[in-house]
């Protein structure tokens, strides 16, 4: 064996999560409480949603494609409380306002919500069309407004608290080439968390961010899904196997798992996480910090998705 080996041999990375059922908040602690998951039909979303649902959540899952809807509300409903499946558009406030209004008639107003619902692609920014640019931040960033507003509507006329949970992106801090769009928007939302949570604090409403790193789903863009699929030797990497595939490629030297994000969801609204708010938790093993000692050469995004040359 060479030093190189031994030295490799010796990294074991970030030990693998807890299983899957398993949580470390109180049994019931969500009893009596509805949460609404937007996007909550596949992947992320319905992963945050399933570790609610365990804790005694009744949920409401909103997602502008009723054929996942469906699956996923029969999926959920195994674990516990109630499961209300509402398509919708949150880019059109008027279905906003009828999902809440679905949610109130079928488990009482949520007193959770989790702005899951985005849109994303790759592309370069001189290809990206006017059409493109507004699908994505309309629901990612103009989506998730008219969600929080209509929640915080809610709650400020009934005098009672409630917590709002966006999902965001760790390039809201950094940009992300090729992802112009979805970069913009998701430093837009994180913003929005900063700001609301100052404005509505007095009513007792948080306002907080979590940001997922890696977590291999069924709902994950096509440019991730490929390279998955390039790096990795099983089809589906696992958090439980440190250096697999894409795995060796992170600071923890795994993925990340979907219930991971589900318990810091789950604790980011929980009665132990009342003085916290504004804040953004990111869940990624360190990823989005990791620095080379050494820069690597730099190919233009045009070439890392395989286009030519841009024609006007």
Known sequence: MTDDDANEAALPGL?????????????GTYDGVTVLVTGGGTGLGKAIAAEFARLGADLVIASRKEERLKAARDELAVLGG??????????????VAEVFDAAREACG????????????FPVPAED?????WRAVVDITLTGTFFMTREFARRHLAAG????????????????????????AAKAGVR???ESLAVEWGPYGIQVNGLVPGLMPH??????????????????EPSPDEPRQGLGSRQPALRVGAPRELGWAATFLASPYARFITGHT???????????SLVSPEVMPIREQMGRGPFEA
Not at 109 to 120: I, M, S
Not at 128 to 132: D, Q, R, T
Request: proline letters at 12%.
């Open 109 to 120: 107003l949520p007193g959770v919500l989790v702005n899951n619902a985005a849109a994303n």
């Open 160 to 183: 009672t608290p409630g917590s709002v949970i966006n999902i965001g992106a760790s390039y809201a801090w950094t940009g992300g080439p090729g992802f112009a769009h979805s970069a």
């Open 128 to 132: 990206m069309s006017p059409n493109a």
């Open 218 to 235: 069924e709902d994950m863009t096509a440019d991730i899904r490929g390279n998955l699929d390039r790096a990795a030797p099983a089809p």
């Open 15 to 27: 030990p693998a999560p807890a299983p899957l059922g398993t949580s470390a908040l109180p049994e």
């Open 82 to 95: 109630r499961v209300t499946a509402v398509p919708c558009d949150i880019r059109d406030p008027e279905r």
């Open 191 to 193: 913003s929005l968390v």
């Open 281 to 291: 938790l990111v869940v990624d093993g360190a990823n989005w910090q990791r620095r």
